[in-house]
């Protein structure tokens, strides 16, 4: 009864809090059509909702620590650095005020270190900053981290469902108690500061954040954005509030980001103010007013201005009209994508309003031409103080100059708390209510435990399939199930439900059997991805995995089969959903598997409700509830419960979109992908078939006949091996991010001269890494970071040829893979 009431207060408060914003504007398409110059209007923004008090005490000594502060150590507080690229030492001597842990950066570089390694870390962090430094004062260093579903980067952590299975749950009091278990996690590893609440309202399913925004429409993150900051940060007032079991807090991405057009991360809302305040605006009320200390820029345009040199967003209507008075952080190098600026120089972003730079490998040279800009009067004092001062201030009120370093704090070194019994109780409560029932023919559901059950699919027995991107990697992938030791897959839940009750249950990936099962159970879905690497051109599933000839079969047996579809968006599913007799939209639903099992057989009904409208066409990328000529499959909204009649009409199978390249891959299954070739020649004169004089290449195997690529350079003259694309691409948002060019090869022959990786005009040395390859005589695999090529002079606007390798001597390999990836495992150091 207590859900059921959560609920009805949501669909209440959310519309009341959200009606003031859309008086101005409807949510339909036609009116988010228009535009204007990327300026806002500050006077027509809510005035005054950021609530928290100045302390007058705390301003006063914010005086003074400006009084006693060089402009050098004024400009550390502003520059926030990756561990991958900085030490302590670094700290110290810059006086950096802030680190991060990037998706793919931890302590000692091992994406499984333990829980211990993360607390020592940030003693040592924390160490520097307030190791003394002539007369200066001593600052404590803040870690930020994207614990943006449980503490996620660590491993033992409790995996909460991402947002977008939270958003179908419409529990704004379960949102809260996940928000303090999640600022407890990060307690006990010593960190004081999440990237979290995202508060993006996605309106493009292509997009490869959909997961990480609670719905299409602004009510749902309305009514949980101050309860999920309350339940981080603690009540403002409160003696815990930042403290004890409380971390800071950041909303993001201000402004726009789950609006761009096409859905392209990074990209363009283009959109008028009247929608930029209702649709996105909306979210940031309750967030201010529960008193959130933190804000991140987002990386996307408004009406082609970008957010991080946008003023009249961020210091108009943000600080100035909304009245925030925490910081405004960046994102990823997002600075460098404005308008005059580079990674490494770009004072209009703290003209415009942001407060700290993200810089994670760019920080050092930031930070030099940032100080000459200030002592050349470019950037004002007057503007860096007012930074500085935002950044002590909320360090202040969390009471960091106080508490000591972070393992003397208030929960840290219990690692028993990581992934306790008690959090993953609210995890699976979490799960039971996300899960949302689209089909359910003849009541095949609820099962009964004492049946025989037959559990198929590549997504049964997978945590971190179902847990999703941003889980121990940026991208979620290349985990294995030790990495897991808090967590239950999907099929373990099921297996010990039906245990309980009486039956067997049997795993079968590909759902072969020899004894007829009563009932058939296949989980399937989308691959772990996160930003960049999960844009799509359309929303049909690609299915890799064989999943819809595993359902297929089992209708043609006559098995009842019910279909659990791992996902971060809502897909074009229309051949799945025909094949089955149950389908269950269950997202990404983290680390208790058991959760969904509890609903398959009736421990609890089915409560979850879609955030996001369900495609009726792969073309649907933005089908919204408000939208002229709305016409989805399932609407938003929408969710079944064992009472309802839940048999779906036989669906069109036609695509009408065709199906997607492989995002990012380059060489797969021995050919060139999406229209590219494979050239061969002298540097200048490349062909399909040169001649083999000098260079010469043939088919290879590695798993399958001819999947791979043997090239041999017969050391004559300088020769090249390039792929080259149909189109030039513009990788410069990828080549921002950690993204790599990553290769999979074996080396049959050493080279005797120097080899260079290449993409276009940026060259890479490589020779030690092929030597290396070449004593192994095995298969290995060597990635290069993007920024590498980037700062090598290649211009990332326009890459017609993004794999290259040049020798003059000779060279023997075998190439079997090569894509631009997420940097999982280990990569290339551009020095």
Known sequence: MKVELNARRLSVRCIVAAAALLTTTSLSAQSVMGRGPGVATPGSWPAAVAPTARDA???????????????????????????????????????????????????????????????????AFHAASMRPSGRLPRIPVIWGSDAVHGHNNVVGATLFPHNIGLGATRNPELIRRIGEITAIELRVTGLDWTFAPTLAVVRDDRWGRTYEGFGEHPEIATAYAGPLVEGLQGKIGARDWLRGPHVIATAKHFLGDGGTYGGKDQGDARIDEAGLRALFGAPYIPALR?????????????????????????????????????????????HGQVDGCTNTDCPASIIAGLDMFMAPDSWKALYATTLAHVKAGTLPVARLDDAVRRVLRVKLRAGLFETGKPSSRPFAGRYDLLGSPAHRAVARQAVRESLVLLKNRAGLLPLRAGARVLVAGDGADNIGKQAGGWTLSWQGTDTKPADFPNAQSIWAGIAEAVAAGGGTASLSPDGAFTTKPDVAIVVFGEDPYAEFQGDRPDIAFDDGRNSLAILQRLKKADVPTVAVFLSGRPMWVNPYLNAAD???????????????????????????????????????????????????????????????????????????????ATSGVLFAAGKVVAGGKLLLGSPGALSTNPGPDLIAARAADRRAQEDSVRIAWTGRAEAVAAIATAEPADLTRQSNGDLVLEIDLKV????????????????????????????????????????????????????????????????????????????AGPKSNCN
């Open 57 to 123: 005490g705390v301003e006063a000594r914010i005086d003074g620590l400006l009084r006693r502060m060089s402009p050098e150590q004024k400009l550390g507080q502003i520059v926030q650095a990756d561990i991958a690229s900085v030490t302590p030492d670094d700290v110290h001597r810059y006086h950096l005020g802030s680190v991060l842990n990037g998706g793919n950066s931890d302590p000692g570089g091992r994406y499984d270190a333990p829980a211990r390694d993360w607390l020592a870390a940030a003693d």
């Open 290 to 334: 529960a008193g959130v200390q933190s804000v991140m820029a987002s990386f996307s345009s408004w009406n082609g201005s970008k957010l991080h040199g946008n003023r009249s967003l961020l210091t108009g209507v943000l600080k100035e009209r909304m009245g925030f008075d925490g910081f405004l952080v960046g994102d990823w190098n997002a």
């Open 748 to 823: 049959d022959g050493a080279p005797s001269a120097p080899v260079t990786l290449a993409m276009d005009g940026g060259r890479y040395p490589i020779t030690a890494q092929l030597a290396e390859a070449a004593r192994g005589r095995d298969w290995t695999r060597i990635a290069v970071p993007l920024r590498c090529f980037a700062g090598a002079g290649a211009d990332m606007s326009r890459i017609g040829t993004p794999l290259a390798i040049t020798t003059a001597g000779t060279l023997d390999l075998t190439m079997s893979g090569a894509r631009i990836a997420s940097a």
């Open 582 to 660: 149950a389908f269950v939209a269950a997202w990404l639903p983290g680390s208790e598997g058991g959760g969904v099992a509890d609903v398959l057989f009736g421990k609890s009904d089915f409560k979850g409700k879609l955030p996001y409208s369900w495609p009726k066409r792969s073309d649907q990328t933005a089908v919204n509830i408000g939208d002229a000529n709305y016409d989805p499959l399932f609407a938003y909204g929408h969710g079944l419960t064992f009472a309802d009649r839940g048999d779906v009409p036989l669906l069109s199978e036609a695509r009408a979109t065709g199906p997607a």
